[in-house]
């Protein structure tokens, strides 16, 4: 059976939407030698503009999050702590910062580990999620019930108001 490829339409929408409804859709990646690695998403976290003080965009725009503020269903990488690459998908309206970060699939556990499983990299950043650019994302196992929520990981410094919202989601793997 073949899966729907998800368009931008998807990703031009609250990010707290998106960040919930992403649970159960397929991470989709073209290797080197063909094969395509899919992988059912159960975990993300969402990142809600220049307020939010966890959201990159927090203290403006810069050359970092610059691809924040642009158009949705654009795929935003960067290196956490100089050895981690993240994957971040822009949503939204575009002007508006906001993003969803993938924390983890069925498969793989820690939005570093789940970079690394996949081979992504920062050569990712910027470019829209579709095959031609290999990395793309599709319908999956259908609406997750029930989908639990909670405070995002590894926040602190962004003040107990902001580090306690309720912006990461999930769902069992049992």
């Not at 575009?94 to 793989?108: C, F, H, I």
């Not at 019930?145 to 108001?161: L, M, N």
Request: glycine share 12%; hydrophobic share 35%.
């Amino acid at each position: 059976m073949k899966s729907h490829r998800i368009g931008k339409d998807f990703f031009e929408r609250s990010v707290l939407t998106v960040a919930k409804e992403m649970l159960g859709k397929k991470i989709c990646v073209s290797h080197r030698n063909g094969e395509v690695a899919r992988m059912i998403i159960n975990e993300t976290e969402a990142y809600d503009g220049e307020e939010d003080l966890a959201c990159h965009a927090s203290k403006g725009k810069t050359p970092r999050n610059e691809v924040m503020y642009g158009d949705a269903g654009v795929i935003y990488m960067y290196l956490c702590y100089g050895m981690h690459w993240l994957l971040n998908i822009v949503c939204g309206e575009k002007g508006y910062p906001s993003a969803v970060l993938l924390r983890g699939t069925q498969d793989v556990s820690g939005p570093g580990r789940l970079t690394k499983k996949l081979g992504l990299n920062g050569d990712f950043n910027r470019k829209e999620a579709n095959p031609s650019n290999g990395l793309w994302f599709e319908d999956g196992i259908g609406l997750i019930d029930p989908i639990q929520s909670g405070s995002r990981i590894g926040i602190d410094y962004a003040g107990k108001y902001w580090s306690s919202k309720p912006y990461r989601f999930w769902f069992s793997n049992e």
